[in-house]
């Protein structure tokens, strides 16, 4: 695996972890309490990141299924990247695309199956990365719902802001 794949992948792996190791303390009927209508739980909102990044796996094993010829994602997704950055950390909320929200959620789990099915994806996704051909960390190969085409180091930036943007939300449904 590329260097630069493989701190991404630790960063977001050890996110992906401390949230696991907040969330232990709390009981999987509190977890999974909605805030208010229309408003997703705690354990709604790890879905909603797993299933995120599970489309944005599968997407990534298509486009590599037929060797599609591709362009570094370069300074224009490292643009693209921030205003997507810069629109997360404004306090506006985003209706979640289809296939993420709400039609897929489950109305209830408990933490020890959506940590154990995270961790799966997180290994699919590192077996994905792990088995990459030379150079293609940093080819157009993602393609964010917002920002268009990303490299997969990008794409797993994206990642690491997408769970600080909804760590939020949990810390505010935590405290409801």
Known sequence: MHPSLSRRLRAVNDMIEAM????????????????GPQQ?????????????????????????SFNPELKPAGIAGAFRLFLVRINFVLPFKYKAPKGVGDDVLPETSTLEETIQQWRKQRES?????????EGYHAKALYKHPLAGKLSLVQMLHFFEIHIQRHQGQIERTLGN
Do not use: C, G
């Not at 696991?20 to 805030?35: F, G, T, V």
């Not at 489309?55 to 590599?64: I, Q």
């Not at 996704?125 to 051909?133: C, D, F, I, R, T």
């Open 20 to 35: 696991y190791e907040q969330l232990k303390a709390h009981s999987d009927e509190h977890l999974n309490r909605r805030p």
């Open 40 to 64: 997703w739980s705690v354990l709604q909102v790890m879905h909603h990141l797993i299933q995120a990044e599970t489309l944005s796996e599968r997407y990534v094993r298509k486009k590599l």
């Open 125 to 133: 996704l590192s077996e994905l990365l792990e088995n990459l051909p």
